[in-house]
């Protein structure tokens, strides 16, 4: 089993920015990528960002240039640092951690799971 943590949520301007991170425990010797995804009210869950054991990223396009996905392995965390946020950004951000077949945009194979963070962007 692994157990992912979320923090850094919160309430930002627009324009502002704010760093996600996620802390993973646990089996974790058998992942091999980490990723964001958000869900807005009423819509359904997007991918953000992901990024692999061995550290390429992937990116949604209504992000990149503005959010960066890293990983620190030494602390088993990963983190979302988003900036120039814009009101559509508001959201519940999700951690995930998946092993074996992973189809990123789809979140297939994305096993765990954490809680959430919200992050609410105002105009």
């Known amino acids: 089993q692994v157990q992912l943590v979320e923090s850094g949520g919160g309430l930002v301007q627009a324009g502002g920015s704010l760093r996600l991170s996620c802390a993973a425990s646990g089996s974790i010797f058998s992942i091999n990528v980490m990723g964001w995804y958000r869900q807005a009210p009423g819509k359904q869950r997007e991918l953000v960002a992901a990024i692999t054991s061995g550290g390429s990223t992937n990116y949604a396009d209504s992000v990149k240039g503005r959010f960066t996905i890293s990983r620190d392995n030494a602390k088993n965390t990963v983190y979302l640092q988003m900036n120039s946020l814009k009101p559509d950004g508001t959201a519940v951000y999700y951690c995930?951690?998946?092993?074996?077949?992973?189809?990123?945009?789809?979140?297939?194979?994305?096993?765990?799971w954490g809680k959430g963070t919200l992050v609410t962007v105002s105009s």
């Open positions: 995930a951690a998946g092993e074996g077949v992973v189809v990123i945009a789809t979140a297939h194979g994305m096993r765990y």
